[in-house]
């Protein structure tokens, strides 16, 4: 793995639209997140798509039984 970046957007409490659009001909899926932030998108394949969505499934799930 090469160089890390971290890239933080404060969404808390804000209305946020969360979309996947789907892989065209020369580029992946697209998972894009927009607010009054304005928006980030990231490109990914479906299994990093499915590894995001479990990972938040998890995190959920665990706050649910915490409560």
Known sequence: MGKHIVFSVNMTGED???VVKPALH???AIL???GPF???EILADDEQ???IGE???QHL???EQSA
């Open 16 to 18: 946020v639209e969360a």
């Open 26 to 28: 020369y580029t992946p």
């Open 32 to 34: 894009s997140l927009r």
């Open 38 to 40: 304005g928006a980030v």
């Open 49 to 51: 798509l499915a590894l």
């Open 55 to 57: 990972s938040i499934s």
């Open 61 to 63: 799930r665990a706050k």
